[in-house]
């Protein structure tokens, strides 16, 4: 049986690069542990739904064209309507219903999962996360703590690959590495590389770069329709397949079917689990109402079961009552002034950044600063790591996630604003940080 036009002309994936303490073993290890952490926190299809099978179809053709054997992939949707998609190390490829709703063809789609793949054949998960872990452990033993038990090492040292997790959000670096490997696999798949980039340009033109939450976590590496029609332009020519005849009764079927917020699906998450600090700090959830904070510098909202801590004049902490532990913030937003000793915010945010960790000498940061719009208003966004001021059961101190965001004011200091919260329960507050970070207005 003749193979199929769009098959006959296959052009080479490139060698995975870049230096990683994680062992092929390990990487698939950690996808199927946190496997399950995304079906409990995520509304996740049935592997027999219709709109998951089709996924899958898109992914299987996509991974006949790679190396053999290649890593063990599957494929998943999550009944999310927020435009995103992301992947657990070592095969797990989770997109959102939003994304498939959101596409304009099936090429658009399959660009979206080869990308995704790309991120595992990469192991840029690991990578990032071997990057943390020289930070935190001295080199000369970090070997041997990965050899004695992965799991229960990354655990003991506050790392997390679930959901929202800070190693699945990606350097510019890796964004571009994952769109180069996904245009190959697109074409040697029989799908049109430019249409990846034709619908990452699509979500900026709809929503712009810091609209979409996939631009959270796939920051832009500038020129990406240029860049991979660059690429395309030196392989071989061929015909390419836009849609299969599944598309349009798909993308049909998932018009009609619900798709939730990540407010929605964080307020189902409480309501199901627990999960909540263990040293009796309380509930921190969010309620869905919202109150404004009238401060002399800014205006912004915030959750109405939350409280302010400070006045109008000064710095202010936004929490909720119970996410103040040991006298430091476990969960919330600290909003405050900074002088810096530059006009460049860019270097002003690497000022502060320094003035942060003399308070926090474990403090990191994670990735590459971002640029980020917050009503009109060019600012810097900044992902750390860090202790946080909670233990869990075991009585081992937990990772904690802060994310900085840096705006310049007109009398030539900076005002920031730093979200909070361990690591763990991230993701699930992250829509409460995004929106009230959208509706900060500075006076």
Known sequence: MASPAWAQSMVPLPKPTGSNFFSPDQDIQLGKQNVEEVRKQMPVLPDSSPITQYVRSIGERLERTMPQPTWPYEFHVIQQKDINAFALPGGPIFVNLGTIQAADNEAQLAGVIAHEMSHVYERHSTAQASKQMMAQVPLSILGGLLGNGVMGQVARLGLSFGAGSLFLKYSRGAESQADQVGARLMYNAGYNPVEMANFFRKLEEEGGAGGSQFFSDHPNPGNRVQSVSKEVSQFPRKSFQTNSGEFARIHQLAAGTKGYTAQEIQQRAQQASSNVPDQGVGTIAPSGSYQTLDH???????????????????AVTVAPESGI???????????????????????????LVSSLRQSNP??????????????????????????????????????????????????????????????????RLRPTFEHMLRTVHMK
């Open 296 to 314: 002399s510098a800014f205006n912004m909202s915030y959750p109405s079961n939350w409280k302010v801590f400070g006045d109008q004049q000064s």
């Open 325 to 351: 532990s040991q006298d430091a913030v476990a969960y919330g937003v600290i909003i405050n002034g900074f002088n810096p000793e530059t006009n460049s915010l860019n270097e002003a945010t690497q000022q």
């Open 362 to 427: 474990d403090l990191r940061k994670i990735g590459n600063d971002d640029d980020i719009r917050v009503n009109g208003i060019s600012g810097r966004s900044v992902d750390l790591t860090g202790k946080s001021p909670i233990t869990d059961k075991g009585g081992q101190q937990l990772r904690e996630r802060d994310w900085l965001v840096t705006l310049p004011r007109e009398d030539g200091s900076v005002m920031y604003l730093l979200f909070i919260s361990p690591d763990r329960d991230f993701s």
